[in-house]
């Protein structure tokens, strides 16, 4: 790769694409500003827009009101999509898209040919929601997972839109695995086929593959549970069929270690982690997402830091990514330390489509969204705009 050339993923300074009025700040936030080659793509900076769950559109179809979204981010070096579905298995959250019905693909195509014409690049996560959906998706029948281990606390979202508590789900078959497999792999064709400059893997926050990884959540005693390397099984080969499917340089993973979502978090978290992430070291996929940052919440056994993903990790040619509770000031600094290669914002883009320019020009960001406008549920779909495209730029 390219990029292997350069220290640390250097590159020689690009244009400048905005105007900047603060050279101070703009000197400040140089390495976060600066480009990256990620496989086959440059990226223009090294801000990532997280996947960012928004349920804005009817029967699982894209639509324009998600290009217009999405384009109005594209100053990010690299967007990933919110979750989206695999497979109609997968399934457990309304009003969002997914990438398992050949229909689906026009909309998605849409909103990449709107991104890349404004000079932008786009991964779409691949998300099967295993144990936090509810039988309402699927006809009656429950949810899966690795173990019939159900979420205690909380509730979960119906397909009619009630709040009701999760339900116990059915453990898988291992005949049923393979199938899994391939639903991750023809979704990733799809992708490639709407436009995608790649994937992500959606292996965190207490959904399917998490909760294979987890000793928590995964008590099987065939070749997908008991010890460490069991329990990674399924997400090394998930990672592995879709690299040879459209290509290693594709293809990017999310974990949550820290993470207490979804009632997860486990006392061999280290362990685990250090295992699966030196697997995908070892595949050599293009970039590891790591929500290493406690904002999101925290298990308590303990934390585990870009450093520690990083060694793990133990390949170059992968960039690493950290994200949760960054600001632009953290972020630099991470990457000036060579701790992580690019940074992801979630919150920061619901309110501020143009994040990037406001750091480059050193302005103040809007107040942080509240939590009823994050999902489309709780509009109608007439209304799906507020508080979704309708935030305010800014002027430099």
């Known amino acids: ?20 009025p603060n050279p101070a700040m703009a000197q400040r936030f140089q390495e976060l500003l600066s480009p990256l080659q990620l496989g086959r793509i440059t990226l223009k900076n090294r801000v990532v827009m997280a996947p960012l769950t928004r349920g804005r559109c009817e029967d699982h179809l894209p639509n324009d009101l998600m290009k217009t979204y999405y384009t109005q981010r594209a100053s990010a070096g690299l967007l990933i999509t919110e979750g989206t579905h695999i497979s109609k298995q997968g399934v457990g959250w309304v009003h969002v898209p997914g990438i398992y019905d050949d229909k689906q693909i026009p909309g998605w195509k849409a909103i990449t040919d709107s991104v890349h014409a404004k000079g932008g690049h786009i991964f779409m996560q691949l998300w099967h929601q295993g144990r936090q959906s509810h039988s309402s998706f699927h006809d009656g029948q429950p949810a899966v997972a690795p173990s019939a281990i159900g979420i205690e606390k909380g509730e979960c979202t119906t397909a009619d ?27 990733a064709k799809r992708a490639i086929e709407a436009g995608f400059d790649g ?32 329990r990674a099984r399924l997400s090394i080969e998930v990672a592995r069929s879709v690299a040879a499917a459209i290509g290693r340089d594709r293809v990017g993973i999310r974990f949550s270690p820290n993470g207490v979502f979804g009632e997860m978090g486990s006392p061999d978290f280290k362990e685990q982690f250090d295992y699966v992430i030196a697997a995908m070291g070892k ?7 790591v929500m290493d940052g406690l904002r999101f919440g925290s298990h308590g056994f303990g934390e585990y830091t870009l450093a520690d993903a990083r060694k793990a990790l133990n390949n170059p040619a992968v960039t690493l990514i950290g994200n ?9 600094a991470r990457i000036v330390a060579g701790e992580a290669d690019m940074i992801a914002f979630g919150r920061a883009f619901l309110s501020n489509p143009d994040l990037v320019e406001r750091f480059r020009d050193g302005a103040p960001l809007n107040k942080d969204m509240d939590y009823v406008g994050w999902y489309g549920h709780h509009y109608k779909p007439s209304e799906f705009a507020t508080n979704y495209t309708d935030q305010p730029t800014h002027q430099a």
């Open 161 to 187: 839109i009630k709040k009701v508590p999760y339900e116990v789900p059915r453990a898988l078959l291992l005949s049923e695995i393979p199938a899994i497999i391939q639903d991750y792999v023809n979704a």
């Open 283 to 289: 595949i050599g996929l293009v970039y590891v997402h």
């Open 1 to 20: 790769r390219v990029c292997l050339t350069f220290p640390r993923r250097r590159f020689p300074r690009e244009p400048q694409l905005f105007p900047i």
């Open 199 to 230: 994937v992500e893997i959606h292996d965190a926050n207490g959904y399917l593959l998490d909760t294979f990884l987890q000793s928590k959540t995964n008590h099987r005693t065939d070749k997908y549970g008991g010890s460490v390397e069991n």
């Open 324 to 332: 949760c509770g960054y600001t632009a000031e953290t972020a630099d």
